[in-house]
């Protein structure tokens, strides 16, 4: 048995998941009846690193150490498109918009994030900034920006499309971001930092640091927890690195 590095839900539905493994295989599971595995997707040599559905699930993106990043049918299980920059890829994502459901982002080892236009196979776009890997690409403000966070302990915000960065966030206490999600309102940015503490940013204008909201008390140092928020943004979660789940109240 080996580990799973990333899990994703199909959009819109609870009843199926999709998982990386490090066994090279993407397996989508059966939530609501059995429980059960119903299709494994072979196409990478290495471990996988991240995985992305399509909005309407009808495809997904997989993103693997062998530096390959496959672009899938998710109902026939073949792979559509191959994307490689010969780096190792950490993070994929499709732009949010319907219009723009072609356009892959993945932020890379080498400290660009490359945009791929799916349909011509060619880049588009690279934003080169960070001083790091890049571990996260999260779109905030309507799809019109978005965040990523790199081993460089930083933050940056990129209007999308414009290899420029807006805002540049770091300070001298700051600590490595492996994981941020949106709050489902849209207003905030959830990051697990490795100082064992989540931080939230706003997305408006100032992309400032809520001091007011720090969720702690879990120990996640070395370890790459993911952080998230319940549908109706009332919780945050997070795992910790004894395998624990933590529930935080977002108001209190």
Not at 44 to 65: C, E, P, Q
Not at 70 to 99: A, H
Not at 171 to 183: D, L
């Amino acid at each position: 048995m080996k580990g799973v590095s990333a899990i994703r839900f199909f959009p819109k539905h609870g009843h199926l998941i999709l998982s990386a493994g490090m066994d090279t295989k993407v397996k989508i599971w059966d939530v609501y009846n059995s429980g059960k595995c119903m299709r494994t997707y072979m196409g990478h040599t290495k471990a996988v690193r991240d995985i992305w559905f399509s909005n309407d699930g009808s495809k997904f993106l997989t993103a693997g150490y062998d530096k390959h990043i496959k672009y899938w049918d998710t109902e026939t299980g073949q792979v559509i498109q191959t994307f490689s920059t010969g780096k190792i890829p950490y993070v994929v994502r499709l732009n949010p918009d319907e219009d723009k459901q072609n356009v892959l982002l993945a932020g890379m080892s080498d400290k660009k994030i490359v945009q791929w236009d799916i349909n011509s196979g060619q880049i588009t776009q690279e934003y080169d900034q960070h001083l790091g890997a890049v571990n996260t690409i999260t779109f905030v403000d309507n799809n019109r920006r978005f965040v990523t966070s790199s081993d460089d302990k930083s933050l940056r915000v990129w209007e999308y499309g414009i290899p420029v960065v807006i805002k540049y966030i770091s300070e001298p206490h700051m600590h490595s971001m492996p994981s941020i999600s949106p709050h489902p309102n849209g207003n905030w940015i959830a990051a697990q930092s490795l100082d064992n503490q989540i931080l939230i940013y706003s997305t408006q204008e100032r992309f400032q640091l809520n001091k007011k909201k720090r969720f702690a008390g879990h120990i996640v140092a070395a370890y790459a927890c993911q952080v998230n928020f319940s549908p109706d943004g009332r919780f945050v979660l997070s795992g910790d690195g004894k395998g624990r789940c933590w529930f935080w109240d977002w108001k209190s």
